[in-house]
Each structure stands twice: as structure tokens, then as C-alpha cells.
């Protein structure tokens, strides 16, 4: 069984899209662990909770400085003993202690088509905004592992979206939600359970399904 933490910022449909998938065996050889928010009132928390997983609150505001709370953090998670974990609209950097730790073991979920719209600043409806300004007509969403860049790691899936004339950045984020990530990211999970995925370099080779 491939123990996932996954970790939260906000409304937690990504997470979601997982327990639904794992409760209707969708997604198989995968409990999730915990969920770590670093905010309190995220909504993610509770459908964690509706759940019946641990869902824990780590928030910089109650550390004294940047470092300690990535010590919490990574004490935090270390209680759970996770194989894999997954950033599901997680908005907070993370520390290279972590990302050494748990090296190959940390994937990421962002709605543009990396190597477009990433990076620093983007995050959220903040990456469809400027979609829509650049005037593209595909946009789309990356599963990628987490290295010590911004959105730069090796990817492991993407999906592409097509963006219509009159979408606000609303109504993107959103088709790109139910047509890209909540897919892509319980997909990339079974792989990684089912041991498919291999780090070469920058790049990713996806095993054919054994049998
Ligand atoms: C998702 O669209 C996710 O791709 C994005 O935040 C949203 C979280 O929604 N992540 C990033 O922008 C990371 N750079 P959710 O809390 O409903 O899953």
C-alpha cells in the first residue's frame, strides 16, 4: 500500500478527486495518510475530516521564523510516514531539506501546460489570468515531480484543455479542473503505486502496464 500525505492550501478539490477515486477503486494500492493544511480555515481540512483522515493544520503565522516552521512541517509529515508526496494546490515553497528527503517522492499538480504560465507568481487563477491575456487556445494542467526550481521538475503527465472565446479566468480554472487535474493527478498516483514511473535526467519514462 503506497502511503500518500497530500498537502493543502485551499478549497482541496484535487484531494477530492483522489478519496473519490480510491473510495470507488479507481485508484488502487493507495491510502492517504494525512492531509496537512497551512491554513486553518482551508476547506480542504474538512473534507479530510468527512474523510475520516488525519488532517493536521501546520501554519507559518505559529512558528517563529521560515525555519522553523519547515522543521514543523517536516515533522509533521515525518509522523506519517509517507512514500509519496503530493502537492494538491499546496501554495507554499518548499524547503530543500524537504525536497532532498523525500527526493523523487514529491509530485506536484499545476494548471497551465508547463513549461507555460509557471514559475514564480504563478499559482491559482493567477496562471489562467494570464492564459487568457497571451490569448492561447489550449491550456491544459502537468503532474510533475518537485525539485529544488519552480515547476521545473520532471513531468509525468499533462493534459491539454481548449480555452473558448468568452472564459474568464473562473470559468477556465475550472474546465481545466474537471477535464485535466482532477484526472491527471489520481492517474499519475496509480503509476507511481504501481511502480510505472522512472526519473531519467529531467525527464520521465512511463512503464507499459505489466500482464
Ligand atoms: C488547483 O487549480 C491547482 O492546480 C493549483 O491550485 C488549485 C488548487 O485547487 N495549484 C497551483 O497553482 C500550484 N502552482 P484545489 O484546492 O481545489 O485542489
Known sequence: MLRAAVLVSGGGTNLQAIIDRIKTNELTG?????????????YALKRAEEAGIPAVCISPSAYEDREA??????????????????????LVTIPPAMIRQYSGRIINIHPSLIPSFCGQGYYGLKVHDAALARGVKISGATVHFVD???DSGPIILQKAVEVMADDTPESLQRRIMEQAEW?????????IADNRVRITGSRTIILPEEG
Open 69 to 90: 516552521f519547515h522543521e514543523a512541517l517536516m515533522a509533521g509529515l515525518k509522523e506519517f510516514e509517507p512514500d509519496l508526496i503530493v502537492l494538491a494546490g499546496f
Open 30 to 42: 493507495v491510502s492517504i495518510v494525512c492531509v496537512i493544511s497551512n491554513s486553518k480555515k482551508a
Open 183 to 191: 484526472r491527471i493527478l489520481p492517474e499519475a498516483i496509480q503509476l
Open 148 to 150: 529544488e526550481g519552480m
